[in-house]
């Protein structure tokens, strides 16, 4: 299980959304072995005078927060991040030193879906890749 949030300036963001989602949900599937249909993506939009950010980055400046159950092995994590800034240079056109990306982790228990909570749950994929 994974969410993801994407922030960035509306007017850069809006135009990408579809092949950035595209592009950050392929490097899951090829990394993390999620499924195809496991795609939880959340654009939040700010308006330019809202978005503060370093003075060398430009205005595609954009952060990526994937949440996810705990389990994955550090190099895993490390090629995922990896992966994303490589294919989203290449396919989107938001070069490395405007991407920031960050992996939060929690236990499978914090979390809950289908009716269950995380760690009750068969899932039809592996955590620990």
Not at 39 to 55: C, N, S, T, V
Request: charged share 30%.
């Amino acid at each position: 299980m994974s969410q993801i949030k994407i922030f960035g300036i509306k007017e850069q963001l809006q135009p990408v959304r579809n092949r950035l989602s595209d592009t950050i949900h392929q490097c899951i599937v090829d990394v993390l072995h999620l499924p195809i249909g496991k795609r939880a993506h959340r654009f939040l939009y700010l308006e330019k005078e809202d978005f503060f950010f370093p003075e060398d980055r430009t205005e595609q400046y954009t952060i990526i927060e994937i949440t996810m159950i705990a389990g994955r092995k550090t190099e895993t994590k490390k090629r995922l991040i990896q992966e994303l800034f490589y294919r989203i240079e290449a396919e989107v056109g938001i070069r490395k030193m405007d991407l920031e990306i960050c992996i939060y982790e929690s236990p499978a228990c914090n979390w809950g879906f289908r009716g269950m909570n995380g760690d009750e749950i068969q899932l039809d994929y592996t955590i620990g890749v």
